[in-house]
């Protein structure tokens, strides 16, 4: 395959991934060609990275979209920025000439999703969806466990997801804390979640009805738990509060975000107990799918531990997944390798547990094995970005997603949003996410 010239948008710290790729593992299939980004600071920081990896990207503005790709003969547009810009720069991208590779959420809205599929279907152009959740081996076993037929007939599905006060809180810290900017847990971080279980069976949500609220973070709890006046961010604060994140202690934030506030005034490290939070912190699912079955689902971000686990009942037996992603949190908001003594390097993103059990009826339990990559999410990682640079092999497992999963994944959440603000269970067909009235 021909090197194929590419563009990037939103300079994060999720960006690094992908531009690391291209500069690096992936740089026979992929030339960086420009990144974008309202804050000329983080793009800068990006550049630099790339220049000292021997690619000579340009640096533009968003707004310049349009341009860029035609002036350098973009063949493909990455797409890292904030959640609330997916769907304005990927039908933009689009319409423009190229190909998209999307990071999840596709977007956070009925409308956003309506403009993307529109774009889609006049342009004829590909939009490939990066679920690295679906890479993890373990979530792979559980797949082809389900394929199989060991299980007969899915049933129903319980999912329950925990986020730890490391990882949960972080959310409450930056712009993914206004509805408006990620569309909530529910589009922003569940996406994933949604994704992963209509891919495991195979299945179309249908219905939805949602529960939940913000019963922990924010400043109408911090004042109900008597914890008195709060900074408003972390950097200079009290190095002994837990839920204060100091940019200064970690050098990539510090250059991508404390460095660089001049240019646009967006603080990385707001504190979770104040300002305008009106994202949920707790919240319960109740999905009808289309072929019949149904899931319960549950999300906490602030958990003393992180994982997740996963039961799937069918109409021959039972699989049961469980994860410990995290066993537990230090008291300066580190990971405590003496709370979990089988704690990994959480540089490989391993969890410190994992169990794949599957029972069919009037037969007893056995596990089954997961194997292990090197890397990020057990080399999930690796071959997320094998699929993204030089396309899937072969993919018995459908692993590979593109934009009709990312739609049918923030389904779930949009018309969770919906339920939650009515009160009562909400349709997908409602939604209208496919324009088709």
């Known amino acids: 395959m021909a090197q194929r010239r590419y563009g990037l948008v ?62 350098h003969g973009l063949d493909r547009v990455v797409v890292t920025s904030p959640d609330r810009t997916h769907a304005d720069l990927v039908a933009r991208s689009l319409l423009a000439g190229a190909d998209v590779v999307v990071e999840k959420p596709l977007t956070t809205d009925a409308d956003g999703a309506r ?139 510090q250059r991508l975000y404390l460095d660089n506030e001049q240019h646009d005034g967006y603080l990385r490290d707001q504190d979770v107990f104040s300002g305008e939070i009106d994202v949920e912190d707790n919240l319960s699912l109740v999905v009808d799918y289309a ?10 971000a602030h958990a003393p531990w992180e994982g997740y686990t996963v039961a799937v009942n069918g109409t021959a037996g039972r699989a049961e997944l469980t994860v410990v992603e995290r066993g537990a949190v230090a008291p300066g908001g580190g990971i405590d390798p003496s709370a979990v003594p089988e704690q990994r390097d959480a540089r490989d993103a391993r969890p410190v547990s994992e169990r794949l059990l599957v029972q069919q009826h009037w037969g007893t339990a056995r596990e089954v094995a997961i194997e292990q990559g090197a890397g990020g999410h057990g080399g999930g990682d690796q071959r ?39 009160g009562r269970a909400v349709t997908v067909d409602e939604l209208d996410l496919w324009g088709r009235g």
């Not at 740089?27 to 000329?40: E, I, K």
């Not at 129903?156 to 993914?176: K, N, P």
């Open 10 to 71: 939103g300079c994060g710290s999720r960006a690094r991934m992908y531009a690391g790729a291209m500069t690096g593992a992936h740089s026979d299939d992929a030339r960086l060609v420009a990144l974008g980004d309202t804050n000329p600071g983080r793009a800068e920081f990006h550049r630099a990275a790339a220049e000292a990896a021997g690619a000579h990207p340009v640096v533009f503005h968003p707004d310049d979209l349009e341009r860029v790709v035609a002036e």
């Open 115 to 253: 403009r993307i599929v529109e774009a889609v279907e006049r342009t004829g152009r590909s939009v490939v969806m990066t679920f690295n959740y679906r890479y993890s081996p373990r979530n792979t076993a559980l797949k082809r466990v389900i394929a199989s037929g060991a299980l007969g007939t899915v049933t129903s599905v319980h999912f329950e997801w925990v986020l730890d006060t490391a990882h949960g809180a972080d959310y409450f810290r930056r712009w993914h804390r206004r509805k408006e900017d990620s569309g909530g847990l529910l589009v922003h971080k569940a996406s994933h979640h949604f994704d992963l279980v209509n891919w495991w069976i195979d299945d179309e949500p249908r219905r939805v009805f949602a529960s939940g609220g913000l019963r922990f973070y924010g400043p109408g709890n911090a004042a109900a738990r008597g914890l008195g006046p709060r900074p408003a961010r972390g950097t200079g604060g009290d190095p002994g509060d837990p839920f204060q994140l100091d940019l200064r202690g970690d050098e990539l934030l």
């Open 291 to 300: 072929g019949g079955p149904s899931m319960s689902y549950s999300l906490n």
């Open 384 to 422: 997320l970005l094998r699929d993204v640079f030089t396309g899937p092999g072969d993919d018995p497992l459908g692993t590979a997603a593109d934009y009709t999963d990312g739609v049918r994944a923030v389904a779930v959440g949009i018309a969770g949003n919906a339920s939650l603000a009515g």
